[in-house]
DNA sequence: TCGATGCTTCGTCTAACATCGAACTATGAA
DNA sequence: TTCATAGTTCGATGTTAGACGAAGCATCGA
């Protein structure tokens, strides 16, 4: 009778909290070893094997042995973009995690998404993109204008024409959770976080699974004078 | 420490099997009554409402009373396309449910994805309107051509300047489960499929939460005409 | 070779939750 | 009113799977 994907059996490995807890932090992008992963979800290492174990065989992430380490990585950008629809859902439902720490506030403001930049910072970059009319955006499907391939050359030195991927869009909307809107992301959103890092003008929370993204003051300062409000 | 949306607590709503197959059915794009959704996940109508509910406060359904029954659809397109993705990693992990019963052939030919067709003639449709030059695709962003616009226009009476809406995108790419690459979504997706039922081209199997498209012989043929192998 | 560290496997315990029978409410038909 | 149908609530039951302690491999450094 029932035919198709058994999307029970994947949605059952996200819905664990202490693995969800896990794949959230792997959103970071980052490689993360075994114990990183326990601690992060907050229970034992033996707990942390057997999740990870199933989270492998069900294809959400992948495992690179380096010496007495394992990494583990989400396998794939679709299963970030589904974690990412997810949260989407629970945030418009308006469950969230109870316990907000004092990170809280800065994960709002700036923080990696898979690996580009999200939360309110993000969410402007879009916005003042789009007026300054250097992107196009049609409803989701987002395209870089002239003007914006002159820009991203001149202002961030991005050779937009070298970002093409076979499988990931050069630009694409990401509902962001705490703002509610679009951020860009796409190879050119994960281009131009790494620029930032590059340029020093922001930095990967030091703690590992944090996706907080910390700005310099002349990062910030940088960031305001290309996507700030007054360019609006 | 931990912030964000409990996304653990959504993907534990899909992640039991009854409920899963009662969203399943629901991806169909009607409303069903309480009794419907119990028959399709296969437990007694007392279990049916308990998950009912959960899913309900979870914003994952909404629920109509009409009469003395409740019909219940998807809240919003948002959480078809995240049990889509999510369908869609369980096909790459090769994660298929197991009792697959007669329907299945039907099924992978055509079937109803939300509101839009999926499966062998839907990619079959997709990949034609590209190789048309209809549509431009550049990964997962589509467009539709100015040839495009006049060939809906006279081959479907579709007038795509009227399909714009503030929150769903006019095209949409998503990903197919059975055929592993991708059909057409979004609004025009509808339209087209809409035209289809309504010129009796196809129509959706009677059995209720049957995702199953028939094309009739002359639909068949008239989808051939447009889409078919010799147009490539 | 030895110990330390990272991770896994095994066994057991416990708590959560899906399930159903029975009883109750609401709507519609006669 | 009375009966039938649709659906819910309650309580009891049973299974599942997540948790950790203990022990076992594997890898690194000395």
Redesign the pocket.
């Given at each position: 009778m029932k035919a198709g994907p058994d999307i029970a059996m994947i949605a059952a490995l996200v819905g664990?909290?202490?693995r969800a807890n896990m794949l959230t932090a792997l959103l970071g992008g980052r490689a993360l070893?075994?114990?990183e992963l326990a601690h992060q979800a907050g229970?034992?290492?033996?707990?942390?094997?057997?999740?990870?174990?199933?989270l492998e065989v069900g294809g959400l992430i992948e495992q690179e042995k380096q010496?007495?380490?394992?990494y583990y990585r989400l396998s794939d950008p679709d299963v970030a973009g589904v974690l990412e629809g997810l949260a989407g859902l629970a945030a418009r439902a308006g469950h969230m995690r109870l316990r907000t720490g004092p990170k809280d506030p800065a994960l709002r403001r700036a923080r990696i998404c898979y690996d580009h930049l999200a939360g309110d910072l993000g969410v402007q970059m879009l916005d003042s993109l789009r007026k300054q009319r250097l992107l196009r955006q049609t409803r989701q499907t987002i395209e870089l204008t002239a003007e914006g391939e002159r820009f991203m050359a001149k202002a961030l030195q991005i050779d937009s024409a070298a970002l093409a991927h076979p499988r990931r869009p050069l630009c694409k909307a990401c509902l962001d959770w705490s703002e509610r809107r679009h951020h860009l992301a796409g190879t050119l959103g994960a281009a131009i976080m790494a620029r930032f890092t590059e340029l020093n003008w922001a930095a990967r929370d030091a703690a590992p699974g944090s996706r907080v993204v910390n700005f310099t003051r002349s990062g910030e300062k940088r960031f305001a004078a290309l996507f700030g409000e007054s360019s609006d």
């Open positions: 664990d909290p202490a070893t075994a114990s229970i034992t290492p033996q707990t942390a094997s057997s999740h990870l174990s199933k010496g007495r380490h394992r």
